[in-house]
C-alpha cells in the first residue's frame, strides 16, 4: 500500500533553518505530485505547494512563495520542505499528500504529519 | 485575492442528513475547481473523501456524496453517525497547479 512517511517533530529557535522531509514508498515515486499542508495550532488546513519529483517542477501558493522551499530527492523518494530562517509563525502541524488521479487535482494519501516548534 | 468559502460550523441529529457547501468568494464553482473533500479529527492526519466532485474514495462509505448545487460544491452526508464528528474542508483548484483549502466546517453530531 501507498504509504508517506515523515520525519519527526522539530524544535528550533527563531532564525534557525530546518528541513523536513516525507518519504513516499509502494508506488512510483517519480510519477505523482507531491504537496505539503500546514496547520497552524487550532486552525484550518492550507495548501502550501507541489513538486513533481520527475523533474522537480514546483509550484506554490502565493501565500507561501517565498517563504519556505519545496524539493525531492528521486533517488531516495523523499520530498522536503525547508526553511532558511524560521519565526514563531511558523510554528504548526506540517503534512505532506500525495496527488492523485490522472487530473492530479485532490491529495490521496497523507503523511501521518511533522510538528514543528519554533520558540526562543 | 479570492477566497474559498465553508459553513463555519454545522450540526446534525443522529440519523440526519446534512449538506456542506464550499464556495468562492468571487463567482461560481464548477466541476472545472474539481472539487475535493477531506475528513479531519483531532489530532489525527486528513482523510481523503471525495474527489473531483462526486467521486467517493477508496473505502469511504456511500452515505457522503459530493456534488455541485448551485453556484457552490457540495458535500452530503446521509444518516450521520456519531463519528462523522469532525471537521470538513474542500478544495477547489485554482489554476497553474495551485489548489486552495477552504476554511473548515466543524460538524457536530447530537
Known amino acids: 500500500e501507498v504509504q508517506l512517511v515523515q520525519s519527526g517533530a522539530e524544535v528550533k529557535k527563531p532564525g534557525e533553518s530546518l528541513k523536513i522531509s516525507c518519504k513516499g514508498s509502494?508506488?512510483?515515486?517519480?510519477?505523482?505530485?507531491i504537496g505539503w499542508v500546514r496547520q497552524m495550532p487550532g486552525k484550518g488546513l492550507e495548501w502550501m505547494g507541489i513538486?513533481?519529483?520527475?523533474?522537480?517542477?514546483?509550484r506554490y501558493s502565493p501565500s507561501f512563495q517565498g517563504q519556505v522551499t519545496i524539493s525531492a530527492d528521486k533517488s531516495f523518494s523523499t520530498a522536503y520542505l525547508q526553511w532558511s530562517s524560521l519565526k514563531a509563525s511558523d510554528t504548526a502541524m506540517y503534512y505532506c499528500?500525495?496527488?492523485?488521479?490522472?487530473?492530479?487535482?485532490?491529495?490521496?494519501?497523507w503523511g501521518q504529519g511533522t510538528l514543528v516548534t519554533v520558540s526562543s | 485575492q479570492t477566497v474559498v468559502t465553508q459553513e463555519p460550523s454545522f450540526s446534525v441529529s443522529p440519523g440526519g442528513t446534512v449538506t456542506l457547501t464550499c464556495g468562492l468568494s468571487?463567482?461560481?464553482?464548477?466541476?472545472?475547481?474539481?472539487p475535493s473533500w477531506y475528513q479531519q479529527t483531532p489530532g489525527q492526519a486528513p482523510r481523503t473523501l471525495i474527489y473531483?466532485?462526486?467521486t467517493r474514495s477508496s473505502g469511504v462509505p456511500d452515505r457522503f456524496s459530493g456534488s455541485i448545487l448551485g453556484n457552490k460544491a457540495a458535500l452530503t452526508i446521509t444518516g450521520a453517525q456519531a463519528d462523522d464528528e469532525s471537521a470538513y474542508y474542500c478544495v477547489l483548484y485554482m489554476g497553474s497547479g495551485i489548489s486552495m483549502f477552504g476554511g473548515g466546517t466543524k460538524l457536530t453530531v447530537l
Open positions: 513538486i513533481y519529483p520527475g523533474d522537480s517542477d514546483t
Open positions: 499528500a500525495r496527488l492523485g488521479g490522472s487530473e492530479a487535482r485532490h491529495f490521496d494519501y
Open positions: 509502494e508506488y512510483s515515486f517519480t510519477s505523482y505530485w
Open positions: 468571487s463567482g461560481s464553482v464548477s466541476t472545472t475547481y474539481y
Open positions: 473531483s466532485t462526486n
